[in-house]
Every structure is written in C-alpha cells, then in structure tokens.
C-alpha cells in the first residue's frame, strides 16, 4: 500500500526558505521507473505543478519557479526534500507530494497535502 | 507552457444524470491526458489515465475519450458522491500543466 506525507512549517515568513519534508511507505526511490512530485494549491484555486524528482536522481522543473525550488531524495529514509526559495505571500498553498505511475509522468498517489501560509 | 481550458467551469446535474466535461489543450498532447477529482479539503483523485484508461478502482461510470487537443470525461448515472471539482492533467510536456477544474453541484 503506497501512501505518502508531507510535513514542514505551517507559516513562514515572506524572503524565507520554505522546507517541506515528504515521507512515504509501499514503493521504493531506487525502483527504476520510479518518480515522486510536488504540486501546489492556492486556496479556493486550481492544481499547480511544481517538480519531480526520478530514481535515477533526473529532476524536472517548472521553468516559472525553477530559480528558487530545489529537490532532492534520501532513499535510506524514503524521503524526498521540497526547498523553496524567497516565500512570498502569492506561495500561500496548499503542497502535496505524490508517487508518479511507474514509466508514466502522472500522479497516482497523492499525499494529505499541506496548508502553509506565507505572512509576516 | 501549454494551457488547459476546461468547459464549463461549473455545472449543475441531479442524481442520474450524464455529465460531460471537455478540456482543451493549446497544443496537441497526443493521449496524455488524465483526470482527477477533488473532494473539498481533499487531496485529488486519479480516475483516467492516458486519455481513455480508468484507474483501478474507479467506477466503470467514469470514462474519458479524446485525442490530439480535445478530450472528454463523462460520467454516466451520477451519483451523490460524484459531486466534486474536476480537472484535467497534461503530462505531455513540462511543465506539466492542469486545467482550471470544473465544479460538478447538485440541481
């Protein structure tokens, strides 16, 4: 059974560095095929995708954040790492981590998701 | 980037009911397309995958069809807990991109 969980801070503060921790059970990172993503949700908006991060350690961004995310993977710990550069209020969402179908670049497995609001 | 329109953006339907959602591509995404539905306060749900093909577990009344830049989901005999926002999912290109989301309520 594959579930995952996001954690981090629930408010930060504008200019800082969001930190969101993605733990998960039931499949593998080192499994070739393998890929667990980021997508965001402003409340009352639509489903924005953010990053993924492949078992072989192949990244992909969204170009319109790409200078201030970075991911990376702990395999032994079955975790993966969302940073986020220079919050701003607008960042306000709601960020999910989920499993992407192996070989496939869509999300099948979906995280709880996380409130986190950006305010001084 | 491409962009996802979805149509309606919001619709009314009775328990029984056929409902049909379109999304529009801006480019053609041959058949990577996929659906989801988003209980309020919950994290979105995989129906369709690749255009056509229903994710395990999904009630035969949900189905998706379209190629190229049109796609469709349909859900036949609504049901109450049908009652969702709805969106649709490119995953032909990065960044992979999503539709606006339709709002399926209760006549």
Redesign the interface.
């Known amino acids: 059974q594959i579930t995952l969980k996001e954690s981090g801070p629930t408010l930060v503060k504008p200019t800082q560095t969001l930190t969101l921790t993605c733990s998960f059970s039931g499949f593998s990172l080192s499994t070739s095929g393998v890929g667990v993503g980021w997508i965001r949700q402003p409340p009352g908006k639509a489903l924005e995708w953010l990053v993924i991060i492949y078992w072989n350690d192949e990244k992909r961004y969204n170009p319109s954040l790409k200078s201030r995310v970075s991911i990376t993977k702990d395999t032994s710990k079955n975790q993966v790492v969302l940073r986020m550069t220079n919050m701003d209020p607008v960042d306000t969402a709601t960020y999910y981590c989920a499993h992407n179908a192996i070989n496939y670049d869509f999300p099948d497995f979906w995280g709880q998701g996380t409130l986190v609001t950006v305010s001084s | 980037d491409i962009q996802m329109t979805q149509s309606p953006s919001a619709l009314s339907a009775s328990v029984g009911d056929r409902v049909t959602i379109t999304c529009r591509a801006s480019e053609s995404i041959t058949s990577?397309l996929?659906w989801?539905q988003q209980q309020p306060g919950?994290?979105?749900?995989?129906l369709i995958?690749?255009a056509n093909s229903l994710?395990s577990g999904v009630p035969s009344r949900f189905s998706g069809s379209g190629s190229g830049t049109d796609f469709t989901l349909t859900i036949s005999n609504l049901q109450p807990e049908d009652f969702a926002t709805y969106?649709c999912?490119q995953?032909y290109g990065?960044?992979?991109?999503?539709?606006?989301?339709t709002k399926v309520e209760i006549k």
């Open positions: 990577d996929n989801y919950k994290a979105p749900k995989l995958y690749s994710q969106y999912h995953t990065t960044p992979y991109t999503f539709g606006q989301g």
